[in-house]
């Protein structure tokens, strides 16, 4: 019996590339579209969730997640899981993959896409809206994507900006957050906000929002006039439009239609800008992306 591979998050992120990662997802989308299914299982107050994929040429993956909520009062992270890789040939297991490792990068990773086909390539001023561990790792993927972009960071608490600024070499906190929005070049939000944060009166033409912050039909970070002035383009149609609150409430309630919704990343030659548009991206995640992002993973793992 082989061996199974196991990628750990320090030892997998060692061997890692922004720029690969995106040029993986990439690849990813142009293999047949990719199957998805989500299961839930509850024993109050904890969860099980698992997301499943499958991509024709590229394999199967399952990412279980543990959530119990109760763990922190006693010393134990709430949220454990793995990703667990097959095979695409004959179902045989290929990795177990650390779930944060997977879940980090592909986030910010799928925003980068998005941004590196929407945003002016000669970007300069990046704000990224909170100040927890998806802005740490959208400070370093955008930093990578955007070598020569000066990165502020604004959150509600100016300390936790200020703690996490210190932790990344050339990152600045912001004061106000209209004043910083209207300035940037790209505006990169991640909070879990069910009220918008981003106002569409403070966008200017030729600027790029990417919001990820918001998973829940409930949930969202930019207002109606943010949405009815971009060009909207979304990672996924099929985990964003009935599922997010970001695109499902604007939808219902006629802000914007299905017709402004240009594309997906299965179109991804339909992603373009100009000086003259405001574009916004919604990072809605699916298994899929960690189907890619965990086969990007398995690639780069150095074999005995």
């Known amino acids: ?43 109050d107050p904890d969860t099980l969730l698992s997301r499943a994929a499958w991509i024709d040429g590229l394999g199967m993956a399952v990412k279980t997640a ?50 590196l086909r929407l945003a002016n390539p000669d970007s300069r001023e990046i704000l990224v809206v909170g100040a927890g561990t998806v802005g740490q790792s959208l400070c370093e993927a955008f930093g990578q994507g955007f070598p020569d972009a000066k990165i502020r960071l604004w959150n509600r608490t100016r300390a936790k900006a200020e703690e996490l600024a210190k932790q990344i070499d050339g990152v600045d906190v912001a004061d106000d957050l209209a004043d910083t929005v209207n300035r940037a070049d790209i505006i990169v939000s991640a909070t879990m906000s069910t009220e918008p944060v981003i106002k569409g009166e403070w966008l200017r033409p030729g600027q ?54 240009i594309a997906d990343y299965y179109d991804l030659k339909a992603f373009s800008s100009n000086n003259d548009e405001i574009t916004l991206f919604k990072n809605g995640g699916g298994a899929h992306l960690d189907l890619m992002t965990s086969r990007y993973i398995l690639e780069k793992w150095p074999t005995p």
């Not at 990628?7 to 579209?33: M, S, Y």
């Not at 119990?68 to 890789?85: C, D, S, Y």
């Not at 297991?93 to 990773?109: E, M, N, P, R």
């Open 1 to 43: 019996m082989s061996t199974i591979t196991y990628i750990p998050f320090a030892e997998g992120e060692a061997n890692l590339d922004w720029i690969e990662l995106t040029t993986a997802l990439v690849e990813g989308h142009c293999l047949p579209k990719a199957e998805i299914d989500d299961t839930f299982l509850y024993r």
């Open 208 to 261: 790029h929002l990417n919001l990820i912050g918001a998973y829940r039909p409930d949930m969202r970070e930019a207002d109606d006039e943010a949405l009815r002035r971009a060009r909207i383009f979304v990672d996924s149609f099929d985990t964003t439009v009935d599922h997010i609150g970001e695109i499902k409430i604007p939808l219902a309630e006629g802000t914007i239609t299905r017709d402004d919704l």
């Open 66 to 115: 543990t959530v119990f909520p109760r763990n922190p009062q006693a010393g134990e992270p709430m949220i454990n899981g793995a990703v667990t890789l097959f095979d695409d040939r004959n179902g045989t297991l290929s990795a177990l993959i650390d779930f944060h490792l997977v879940t980090k990068w592909k986030t910010a990773g799928d925003s980068l896409l998005g941004a």
